[in-house]
């Protein structure tokens, strides 16, 4: 897992978004966010000065983008 800024996360999904690289995304229960690749890879993120407000944002930003987010209990 990859621990980073929400910048930087932002600057890593941004140009995924507009491809049809990432299949879905992933926010655990702790936090973590997984983003699931149409080839089969992952890459797991702890986005170490997250609130849940701007995690909330990059989620709707993946979905009106065609990506769907799951939800972990």
Do not use: H
């Not at 929400?6 to 995924?16: A, C, E, G, R, Y």
């Amino acid at each position: 897992m990859q621990t980073c800024s929400m910048m930087d996360f932002i600057q890593v999904l941004k140009p995924w978004l507009d491809r049809d690289y990432i299949r879905k995304g992933y926010l655990d229960s702790k936090g973590n966010f997984s983003l699931f690749f149409a080839d089969g890879g992952e890459r797991a993120y702890r986005i170490d000065d997250c609130t849940e407000a701007r995690l909330k944002e990059v989620i709707e930003m993946m979905i009106e983008k065609g990506k769907p987010v799951e939800k972990g209990e």
